[in-house]
Every structure is written in structure tokens, then in C-alpha cells.
Nanobody, 123 residues
Framework: QVQLVESGGGLVQAGGSLRLSCTAS????????MGWFRQAPGKEREFVSV????????YYVDAVKGRFTISRDQSKNTVYLQMNSLSPEDTAVYYC????????????????WGQGTQVTVSS
């Protein structure tokens, strides 16, 4: 059974930092890109960041550029999202997902999704 399990969410004050982790199991994710999406209350799920299988290609939504950093450890089947300078606008449920092939910003490109982890940023 394929599972993506996120962790690291929580409550943090504005300006603080969190590091999200997503560990994959149940199959090999060779040549899969790993992405992070988020969904705030009353809003659609939006793309946050993605990293290629090799780690050589990364994309970010403009709102998080310079504040968030995505990385992955293939030996641990884990992808990370380091989030710095958090603001209340970053409050959302954060989901990781796996997409075969090239990194994509489109949710429809992703085959596997985690259950999400809540990030709440207080002002």
C-alpha cells in the first residue's frame, strides 16, 4: 500500500519557521517528482513547490520564493519543506504528493497524495 505521510506541522508565530517532512512508502519512487500543495479554509488547493527526482529542478509559487526551500533525501524516501518567515497567509493544510516524470505545478499530474498536515501561523 502506497503511503505518503506528512509531519512537522503545527502552530507558530508570524516570522517563525517550520520544517515539514513527507515520507513515502509502499513502492519505489524512482523518477517521481515530489510536490507540496496547500489548502486554506474556503480556498482551492494551490501549488507551493516541487522538486525533481534528481533534486536538480525546483519550482516555487511566487508567494513563497525566498522563504521556503524544498529538498529531498532519496535514501530516506523523504521530501522536506523548510518554511521560514512564516506569515498568517501561510496558514493552511499542507499536502505532499508524488508525480511520475517531470516536476509539475498541476495537481492533476500527481498520482499519490498524503493526508495533509496543518500549519497555523498566528499574528
Amino acid at each position: 500500500q502506497v503511503q505518503l505521510v506528512e509531519s512537522g506541522g503545527g502552530l507558530v508565530q508570524a516570522g517563525g519557521s517550520l520544517r515539514l517532512s513527507c515520507t513515502a512508502s509502499g513502492r519505489t519512487f524512482t523518477n517521481y517528482a515530489m510536490g507540496w500543495f496547500r489548502q486554506a479554509p474556503g480556498k482551492e488547493r494551490e501549488f507551493v513547490s516541487v522538486i525533481s527526482w534528481s533534486g536538480g529542478i525546483t519550482y516555487y509559487v511566487d508567494a513563497v520564493k525566498g522563504r521556503f526551500t524544498i529538498s529531498r533525501d532519496q535514501s530516506k524516501n523523504t521530501v522536506y519543506l523548510q518554511m521560514n518567515s512564516l506569515s498568517p497567509e501561510d496558514t493552511a493544510v499542507y499536502y505532499c504528493a508524488a508525480a511520475p516524470g517531470l516536476p509539475s505545478r498541476r495537481p492533476t499530474s500527481y498520482s499519490y497524495w498524503g493526508q495533509g498536515t496543518q500549519v497555523t501561523v498566528s499574528s
